[in-house]
């Protein structure tokens, strides 16, 4: 019942759908206990129950059998959207766009088709081993984006001087991964970026933070539900520098301890010793990354450094907002992409259920990559799969839909 008397929005989709009972009694009584373990649980996003069980060895059945009939199921970690799923979609992605014209940002669009070199980078990232990708009839190797920042960045870069600092842009698109399924991962999902360009300084994460917790308080989620972890890629790169670590190490370091939390400690240690790390070092970088106290953090590495005064910069900003209750600093937050280059988050469910719920963090050097001059940026996504795993956790009330 706290479901529908604290979100007006949830109570608005459930009357969208055709003869769904309209009282809040209906719904808590007879109807629910009758129906909420047969058909109708079955029919809110069962796409996405059902692929929960798939792994990524699975063939998918896509020629029919000997007959010649065709399966009518989409392909393997794809989904359909009949009417009442689409109902959901829309008001989900209605909520995105409302908070992004809320905070003043425009929307942009993209083609999900992209050039192929967009993606592709030396940083032993995972994302490039799950393209769509493939030589069109043309001869040009092309994919199906697996992200959206590379295609705001070309965009911006292709707009040059046309267009005035700070951009604030939003967008919603479909992005493309063949990667192992679980609950709330999918080969395809839409995800909401929002991103800012020209603004150097943490304000541009605060405000981005701000997005996000006043998207999740409009679905009826609050911070007892959910949190956003915060750190900075300077932090490891402070620990690095103690050690004397070369500088060209530094993202393939990034990617190894992305997997804490994936991975056990040993298997972290096998493969930074792998790179060449000396065993102090590994030692070092775990230990530092195992904080959770930015205090601590200070006392390892002093107060003058820049990733330490940067963070305590942020949750100033954040005890301003509103939102200080939300946030929490967690030093083995470093996102798994090669083009963060500071502060990032992650937004995670407290039960520890599901994946992260959204992620970001700032990437000024991400236009230098494509030949371009850079200019400072930093932005997040937020997928449609993860958080609406989230809303039937938190709200079952969805599961009549």
Known sequence: MAAWSSSPSLRHLLLLRPRLPLGPTCLAGSFARRHIHGHSRRRLLSSSASSSTL?????????????????????????????????LRTWLFDQFREVSRLMAFEEVDFPVLESEALFIRKAGEEITQQLYNFEDKGGRRVVLRPEITPSLARLVIKQGKSVSLPLKWFTIGQCWRYERMTRGRRREHYQWNMDIFGVPKVRAEAELLQAIVLLFQRLGITFSDVGIRVSSRKVLQAVLNMYSIPEHLFTEVCVIVDKLGKLTREEIEKELMSTGLPSEAVQGIIEVLSLKSLSKLEEVLGSDVEAVADLKKLFSFAEQYGYADWICFDASVVRGLAYYTGIVFEAFDREGKLRAICGGGRYDRLLSTFGSEDIPACGFGFGDAVIVECLKDQHPVLLLL
């Open 55 to 87: 792994t990524h060895g699975e063939e998918a059945s896509t020629q029919g059998d000997a007959d010649g009939v065709v399966d009518v199921n989409p392909p393997r970690g794809t989904r359909d959207f009949p009417p009442e799923d689409m109902r």
